[in-house]
């Protein structure tokens, strides 16, 4: 297989056949030079918790995009974000980062979810029908991370689309030259706005998470200007495109499987465990990369010092050598830890708050809308990334 293999038509479709030839080839597959990939569970399991393999993103970036792509305030942006750097500079950024995002904190926003997905309801509830994606499912999380940075949420959907623009970034499949020059402009736009910001919060802290960012410190070191720049862009991109498009997953996929969903309706006391056996079955996030800091032996082959380890999360939480029937939707599902939201390390930061999110979206919607139903769901259209995966509109009506 080679990595383009991760990036036509058929794969944004469904990519799921394209994972079960990746498993059946074996438990690391060569996909370019100096790069690996893994679908198998166990495989995926023990390289994320590796401290072998780490991450060494400008070098990826200079083999992707060439000698002077490093250069570039994009990359240089995201070698700052904490999710792609290596201890110990890791460690002091997500300790910092922790103390903001901590349980009780996560709890508490719990309300605010629900405000928030009620008051959209409103907008729109009764219109009998509207396209979920962009009235529900994207401002859900966005209005929420909003409210957490304490920005103005008029300011939304503009910040949003940059966000969507930027995260393409992410993708394995090197970007072409206008879209490389299109998410450029839209991190240039971030970082314009939230560097602003940032001044204005420490000229007036207040108890928004930019503020506390500014103000927290371990040992007496906190963060630089541009550290924390990069990194509430991070909290901005991952705290509204990874979990609007796994509640277009989660709908779609209950609604393409309509007796558990109607299991759903009668007990809502499973919508957690629903919500993540979604995660497991269709998650937004679909790849973690790695690369190898020494030589390492994993399932009968050496990785190579040096190699890139493309981890693919899709296809782990469909290993048959994991779960019974992978296959297939399962509410009542009690098997493993979904790869969904990584682990070791670089376990999602934010997953509780992704949590919270996904269930209050299914409640709320469950309640307010029992007669709903999805309009085309064997023609929709799929956004063309190879990592974050979701549905471009999603027509509804009840």
Request: with cysteine; charged share 20%.
């Amino acid at each position: 297989m080679k990595l383009t293999d991760f990036a036509t038509p058929t794969f944004f479709e469904n990519p799921y056949p394209t994972y079960q030839t990746l498993r059946a080839e074996g438990p690391l597959v060569q996909v370019a030079p100096h790069a690996l990939m893994s679908g198998h569970y166990d495989v995926v399991d023990a390289l994320l918790h590796d401290r072998r393999m780490g991450r060494s993103y400008m070098e990826g970036i200079r083999k992707l995009y060439g000698d002077e792509a490093p250069n570039m305030p994009l990359f240089q942006g995201f070698s700052r974000m904490f999710l792609l750097i290596n201890p110990p500079a890791h460690t002091l950024v997500r300790s910092l980062l922790m103390k903001v995002f901590n349980a009780r904190q996560m709890e508490g926003m719990r309300a605010v979810a629900q405000t928030t997905a009620h008051s959209l309801l409103d907008r729109f509830e009764a219109r009998g029908g509207a396209d979920l994606t962009a009235e529900f499912a994207f401002p859900l999380p966005v209005e929420i991370i909003c409210r957490m940075l304490d920005l103005p949420v008029e300011h939304a959907q503009q910040l949003g689309g940059a966000a969507s623009k930027i995260a393409k970034a992410l993708d394995p499949v090197p970007l072409g030259a206008d879209e490389l020059q299109i998410t450029s402009a839209a991190y240039d736009e971030l970082a314009q706005y939230f560097g602003g910001l940032i001044e204005e919060r420490r000229a007036q802290p207040g108890s928004d998470l930019i503020s506390m960012l500014i103000s927290v410190e371990e040992n007496g070191q906190t963060l630089s200007h541009d550290e924390i720049v990069s990194n509430v862009i991070l909290l901005f991109l991952a705290g509204h495109e990874t979990t609007s498009n796994m509640i277009g997953n989660m709908l779609v996929a209950l609604h393409r499987n309509p007796q558990q969903l109607e299991g759903l309706k009668r007990d809502h006391a499973q919508i957690p465990k629903a919500v993540l056996e979604c995660l497991r079955y269709d998650g937004s996030v679909q790849m973690a990369a790695r690369t190898a800091l020494e030589d390492i032996d994993v399932a009968g082959a050496r990785i190579a010092r040096g190699t890139l380890v493309f981890l693919s999360l899709g296809a782990a939480n469909r290993d048959p050598a994991k779960f019974v029937d992978p296959d297939r939707l399962d509410i009542t599902r009690n098997e493993g830890r979904v790869q969904t939201f990584g682990a070791g390390i670089h376990h999602c930061l934010g997953y509780r708050l992704a949590l919270i999110e996904l269930e209050t979206a299914l409640q709320v919607l469950l309640e307010r809308l029992p007669q709903l139903r999805l309009i085309g769901l064997d023609t929709l259209s799929w956004n063309q990334r190879g990592n974050l995966r979701g549905v471009d509109t999603l027509m509804a009506q009840w």
